[in-house]
């Protein structure tokens, strides 16, 4: 198959947890995959498989979206059909008093404005495909709604996270008001996953979120775009 015929898979936040079961599941639907990492994987091996080029690339940094550029060129993915943000940081501070201005700052970086530099870096790639998808991995702590009401109960998270994924989730408004309709734009709550940052009520594996995502970016229909959804078909309160 030419290469130009073969789709194209982005992934942040690659070195474990659902970035990793992004990239694997996306070279098991013929894929291939751009993998981004801060720093390598624990496990090298987790990445070490035909179909992945693996970029160091912290999306924090000012020249991250430089880095990724270069990467698509070397690893010759000339098309991007899915673009998953899944780069993320958690601070810690659920008090006002315990709460860094520095962690609130890094975490946005990380998880907003680090979200906008591979979206950037990518869109010529993104413009390539017949059918494009953009999933920003958000959070249900990210709803302003969910926050107001008092937050799930039992369930403490930082100023810094839910801060950083409501302006995420307003950063994936604006990709949507600019691209749509010709790039489906979504803010993807990925589910109660187990990850190393697992929330206390966590019930669904990587693998299973991995497999619901990229259903996600082959099937959500257009008027889906700029919607907070959940996998499968399940849409949250901004």
Not at 49 to 75: E, I, K, M, N, Y
Not at 114 to 130: D, E, N
Not at 198 to 224: G, I, K, M, V, Y
Request: net charge neutral.
């Amino acid at each position: 198959m030419p290469a130009d015929d073969i789709p194209g898979v982005v992934v942040t936040g690659a070195a474990g947890g659902i970035g990793t079961a992004v990239a694997r599941e996306a070279v098991d639907r013929g894929c291939r995959v751009l993998a981004l990492v801060r720093q390598p994987p624990a496990d090298p091996s987790v990445l070490d498989f035909p179909g992945v080029h693996v970029c160091p690339s912290d999306v924090s940094r000012q020249d991250a979206g430089d880095a990724v550029t270069r990467a698509l060129a070397r690893s010759g993915i000339s098309r991007v059909d899915v673009l998953v943000n899944a780069a993320g940081i958690v601070r810690h501070g659920t008090r006002l008093a315990a709460t860094s201005a520095d962690d609130v700052l890094e975490s946005l970086n990380v998880h907003c404005v680090g979200a906008l530099r591979v979206a950037r870096a990518c869109l010529p790639a993104l413009l390539r495909a017949p059918r494009p998808a953009v999933l920003n991995l958000t959070s249900r702590h990210g709803s302003l709604a969910l926050a107001s009401a008092g937050g799930v109960q039992g369930v403490e998270v930082s100023y810094a996270y839910r801060i950083a994924k409501a302006a995420q989730n307003m950063l994936t408004a604006c990709l949507h008001q600019e691209l749509a309709p010709r790039v489906r734009v979504l803010a993807v709550h990925p589910g109660r996953v187990s990850t190393a940052i697992a929330p206390a009520d966590a019930d669904r594996s990587p693998a299973e979120a991995a497999r619901h995502l990229l259903d996600l970016a082959e099937n959500a229909p257009q008027e889906w775009s700029g919607r907070f959804v959940e996998p499968p078909s399940t849409f949250l309160e901004w």
